[in-house]
């Protein structure tokens, strides 16, 4: 019987490239992370001194004739706030005279407003919020903390009611209650009338605004026109441009200091996005399962180890990740890994499982976000990894510990040698066939078998039928 061509020491070739991989893989990731955390933090101050004009060195005097113009644009996220806090820092240290914020936003996370409000608030400098467009929503809420509003004709404040992240209304009357009292503590402290900004955020209450004779009703958000906004006191004043407030506030011939974003802030803020983080989790994941259950290619191996460490890159430039967050992500892989080849009846996988997922969450700034971008990405890797192991099941890794070869006739297996040479041979019945017994065949004697008939030794026979090993015979009469 010829014996199949087995692969020997399947179980240790299988562990052996599966420990190679998670090897390279993790020597890839750590130099990319570390790479970006040794660089990020010295790339970020040289980039972010490189302002427009800069602020000149020079006596105390000369320095305090500074303005910063600061830019407060689109989504309001941890970027701006980690920019914010850089801008105000730097304006401290040049002694500036004012710090004006160039706002233009339809409003972003509430946490983040309230930090960069609660940022303003605690500010030597005077500071001024400069309207250049709409100052919605969160917006809203950091223009009232500061001490003073100027508005670009055609711009508007107000609208602040609060929405989840579909774009619907959130009605969580404590919530809601937090975030009016806020909006309130803000307009009371530049002494602006407080109703106008619980107006601004709660469309349930009625609102008169005697200087408009205008009455807002149930339904109605109010929101100032820079017109509006000056009778209401909601703006001390109206300009055209960044000229123009400085006109205002008596600091024409002042230097100004425009505030840019430095490279390593842009990059944090892109990968920071909830959109981004959840596509990087998807190529994570898919490219680590891919490479896990269709090896040999290589290239979704490395990809996926990218898309974490982009992932942690972005966080950590925020200060969101810490080493310790590291260390839980790379030792859930870990332990996954070793869960293939060590049976620990799913201890391991358990807690590689919990390990990753804490790795991913916590190094995060909005845990929640996290949790619902990596159950997305868990299910599209699913999806995706399962169409593309089906495409190259062939290369898939369990095919390294299933036996393919077939014991079967067309693959040439067989048992024994077939007796189709006998087939119609006459000879002797050599014992009594009832009904198996031997006969004498072509001067051999052989196990044969009748179809139930009785057959005397001695008896002349002839072969019928042969299958296999298996030959029948009959009584044969000349």
């Not at 061509?5 to 893989?25: L, M, Q, T, W, Y």
């Not at 990059?267 to 490479?291: A, D, S």
């Not at 898939?396 to 007796?419: A, C, M, P, Q």
Request: with cysteine; hydrophobic share 50%; charged share 20%.
């Amino acid at each position: 019987m010829r014996k199949p061509n087995v692969p020997k020491n399947i179980a240790e070739a299988g562990r052996s490239r599966a420990f190679r991989f998670a090897a390279g893989a993790f020597v890839a990731w750590l130099m990319i992370a570390m790479t970006a955390a040794l660089f990020a933090p010295v790339i970020s101050p040289v980039l972010a001194a490189q302002d427009a004009d800069g602020a000149p060195a020079g006596d105390g005097a000369s320095r305090n004739r500074i303005v910063y113009v600061v830019p407060v644009h689109d989504t309001i996220d941890a970027g701006v706030n980690r920019f914010l806090k850089r801008a105000f820092r730097e304006a401290e240290e040049a002694a500036a005279r004012y710090v004006i914020l160039d706002i233009r936003t339809l409003g972003g996370y509430l946490d983040q407003a309230l930090e960069i409000g609660a940022l303003i608030q605690d500010q030597r400098i005077p500071t001024i919020a400069y309207i250049r467009g709409n100052a919605f929503s969160a917006g809203s809420y950091i223009a009232l903390s500061a001490d003073q509003i100027v508005m670009q004709p055609g711009s508007a404040i107000g609208a602040a009611a609060i929405v989840d992240s579909a774009g619907r209304r959130v009605t969580d009357s404590k919530t809601v209650s937090a975030w009016v009292a806020k909006m309130r503590g803000a307009a009371e402290r530049s002494g602006r009338n407080p109703l106008y900004a619980e107006g601004m955020v709660d469309d349930q209450i009625v609102v008169e605004v005697p200087e408009l004779g205008v009455t807002y009703g149930r339904g109605q958000l109010i929101s100032f026109t820079p017109e509006e906004a000056v009778k209401t006191g909601y703006a001390e004043h109206i300009a055209s441009d960044i000229q123009g407030v400085l006109d205002y506030l008596g600091a024409s011939g002042y230097t100004v200091v425009e505030m840019k974003w430095s490279l390593a802030e842009q990059i944090g803020r892109f990968l920071t996005n909830p959109i981004v983080q959840t596509i990087l989790l998807i190529i994570g994941i898919c490219g680590v399962f891919i490479e896990l259950f269709v090896p040999g290619f290589g290239l979704p191996g490395i990809i996926g180890v990218a898309g974490f460490a982009l992932y942690f890159t972005g966080n950590y430039i925020f200060g969101f990740a810490g080493a310790e967050h590291i260390v839980m992500f790379v030792a859930g892989i870990l332990l996954l890994l070793i869960e293939l080849f060590v049976p620990s009846f799913g201890i391991l996988g358990i807690l590689g499982i919990v390990s990753l997922i804490a790795g991913v969450v916590l190094s995060a700034n909005r845990t929640g976000q996290a949790m619902l971008s990596l159950g997305i990405a868990f299910a599209v890797a699913i999806v995706v990894t399962a169409i593309v192991a089906r495409i190259f099941r062939d290369r898939g890794i369990w095919n390294r510990f299933i036996l393919k070869d077939r014991l079967d006739k067309e693959s040439g297996y067989v048992s024994n040698t077939e007796h189709s040479e006998l087939l119609g041979v006459t000879g002797q019945a050599v014992t009594v066939l009832r009904p198996s017994g031997i006969a004498l065949l072509n001067g051999k004697r052989y196990d044969v078998v009748t179809n139930g008939e009785f057959i005397p030794a001695g008896t002349p026979v002839k072969v019928i039928h042969v299958e296999g090993l298996r030959v029948v015979v009959s009584e044969w009469k000349e």
